[in-house]
C-alpha cells in the first residue's frame, strides 16, 4: 500500500489525501452503531462510531483483512457539528479500533439515515496485498 499525500501540500490530520495498492478488493457496507443484533446501545456520537468502526473490523475479518488494509472510508453524519465537536474523543475511538493508520477518508452531512436511530454511517475499502 502506498499513501499519496503530494510533495508541498501539508499533511492531513486524520486521513491521506489518497492511498494506491493491489490486491484482493474488500467492500464493507455502511457499518452504523449497533451490535451484531442490530441493537442499538447508546445514542452518543462517538459511542455509535466507535461500534460502527469495531463493525467494519469484524467485516474484514471475514475476509482475512484487518484495519491497516483499509484503503478508503467514507463517513456519513447527521450533524456537521457534531463530527467536528468530537474531536479528541472520535479520534481516540478510532485509534482505539482502527490504530494509527488513516486511509483516504471523505466525510458527509446528510439530512437523513436509514436507521432512524443511527447518528453515523461509514462505509470501507480494504485492500488484502497479494
Known amino acids: 500500500m502506498e499513501i499519496l499525500n503530494p510533495a508541498g501540500w501539508p499533511r492531513p490530520k486524520g486521513y491521506s489525501n489518497g492511498v ?9 457496507s455502511g457499518m452504523v452503531g449497533w451490535d451484531a443484533q442490530g441493537q442499538f446501545h447508546t445514542d452518543d456520537f462517538v459511542g455509535q462510531c466507535r461500534q460502527a468502526l469495531e463493525n467494519i ?5 471475514e475476509a482475512g483483512a484487518e484495519p491497516g488494509d483499509i484503503v478508503r472510508m467514507t ?3 447527521l450533524d456537521k457539528r457534531e463530527y467536528l465537536d468530537a474531536g479528541a474523543a472520535l479520534g481516540a475511538a478510532y ?3 482502527i490504530g494509527r493508520h488513516y486511509p483516504a477518508m471523505s466525510a458527509v452531512q446528510v439530512s ?4 432512524d436511530r443511527a447518528r453515523v454511517e461509514i462505509e470501507a475499502t480494504a ?4
Open 20 to 28: 494506491a495498492a493491489r490486491g484482493r478488493v474488500v467492500c464493507v
Open 57 to 61: 473490523v469484524a467485516v474484514l475479518r
Open 75 to 77: 463517513w456519513y453524519v
Open 95 to 97: 485509534r482505539d479500533v
Open 112 to 115: 437523513a439515515l436509514m436507521e
Open 127 to 130: 485492500v488484502i496485498p497479494d
